[in-house]
């Protein structure tokens, strides 16, 4: 059983992937997050949500791979972000 961690932050997404019981690490991966800021006009900022999600979706599955584990493995998933950024679909 693992516990996945999911740092996704302005430059790069990364998965801890911690044995359940023991809690210490058994496999991390970790992906940049380059070019994904855009500024549409003065004072704005905002990040391409489709590039966010593939390098949490690539970082998780190098992550298990890594590991020799699949999604079903994983117990438990904690997440940290960019403060109070949300993609809603």
């Known amino acids: 059983s693992l516990i996945a ?3 996704q932050g302005t430059s790069s997404s990364r998965v801890i992937l911690y044995d359940a019981v023991t809690l ?13 800021t855009s500024n549409p006009q003065a004072g704005w900022s905002q990040m391409d949500a489709k590039r966010i999600v593939g390098t949490v979706t690539d970082s998780a599955a190098a992550a298990l791979a890594a590991a020799g584990a699949s999604a079903s493995d994983v117990v438990g998933v904690g997440i940290t972000n960019q403060r109070e950024s949300t993609v809603v679909w």
């Open 5 to 7: 961690s999911i740092d």
């Open 24 to 36: 210490r690490p058994v496999a991390s991966h970790q992906v940049e997050l380059q070019s994904a």
